[in-house]
């Protein structure tokens, strides 16, 4: 269906009315259809200057077109003209619509259509190919919200290093919005950092030295953890459970829960440490 043929003995005296936007013939069939459909499919339209409802629905399809984000070219066709291209198709009847994909007829139907029925055909076409093409579905990325401005003035205080302006900016999101899940961990993160700030960096050390000094355990286990080092920190404040009982045991849990929602609860090591911690309190 390639290549330049002289037709002009069955063109047909122009129409005021007859869509050209998206009009192909066999001269650029080859680019603008069996190219083009290996990157989204295109709907080719094979209509008549004669036939005023093929026209309209020529029409409703460059509406259409213009409308679809980029998933689907138009290509209308005037058969008459291009009785090769009609004859390929197969064509029995116009208008005849028929969407090509990498280059092979997909689906077609016949006929003047209503527009919500050829909204859905369209709809099915796209679905189709979806993932099959690389330029279906290339307009669908929505663009980034706005940063909240809070959010913004808390994280350029905390990068300066000033935790009471960050931890401040972040309670007063969440007296305003209590149920704001980033700012609740947000205000977590930041009240550890802060308490890490202030911790011995001798800690660990200390607490190898003498496991019983409860305070020194406790800071060894944050420093582990600002370490990137969970595990170690888990595994220490459990140890410690199994060896305290009563206000020191109350306390070195409510510490490691603490330490428990720097983290989704969902994540393996979460779930592994209180799965630990149950068997260390019963």
Do not use: C
Request: charged share 25%; net charge negative.
């Amino acid at each position: 269906m390639s290549g330049a043929v002289d037709l002009s003995s069955l063109k047909q005296q122009p129409v005021t009315d007859v869509p050209g936007g998206h009009a192909v013939s066999e001269a650029d069939f080859e680019t603008k259809v069996l190219r083009r459909s290996a990157e989204v499919p295109v709907v080719v339209a094979l209509y008549s200057q004669r036939s005023p409802g093929s026209i309209e629905l020529v029409k409703l399809l460059e509406q259409l077109a213009a409308d679809n984000g980029g998933d689907w070219d138009l290509a209308t066709i005037e058969a008459e003209a291009n009785m090769r291209i009609a004859q390929a198709f197969g064509v029995q009847g116009i208008p005849t619509v028929v969407a090509v994909a990498a280059g092979q007829p997909l689906a077609d139907f016949t006929g003047n259509q209503p527009e919500e029925q050829v909204r859905q055909w369209l709809s099915a076409v796209v679905d189709a190919v979806r993932g099959k093409l690389p330029g279906v579905g290339a307009g669908d990325v929505e663009p980034e919200a706005p940063e909240d401005p809070r959010f913004v003035a808390a994280e350029e205080a905390l990068e300066r290093g000033d935790f009471a302006t960050a931890e401040a900016a972040y309670k007063a999101i969440l007296n305003a919005e209590p149920a704001n899940v980033e700012a609740k961990a947000a205000l977590r993160q930041v009240q550890f950092i802060a308490r890490v700030q202030k911790i011995d960096p001798s800690a660990i050390a200390k607490a190898e030295a003498d496991p019983s000094d409860l305070d020194v355990a406790l800071a060894a286990a944050d420093l582990e953890m600002f370490n990137q080092e969970p595990q170690a920190a888990f595994d220490r404040l459990i140890g410690l459970i199994k060896r305290t009982a009563g206000d020191d045991r109350t306390r070195v849990r409510t510490h490691l829960l603490e330490l428990f929602e720097l983290f989704d609860p969902a994540e393996p090591i979460i779930i592994a440490a209180r799965r630990k911690l149950a068997a260390a309190l019963y």
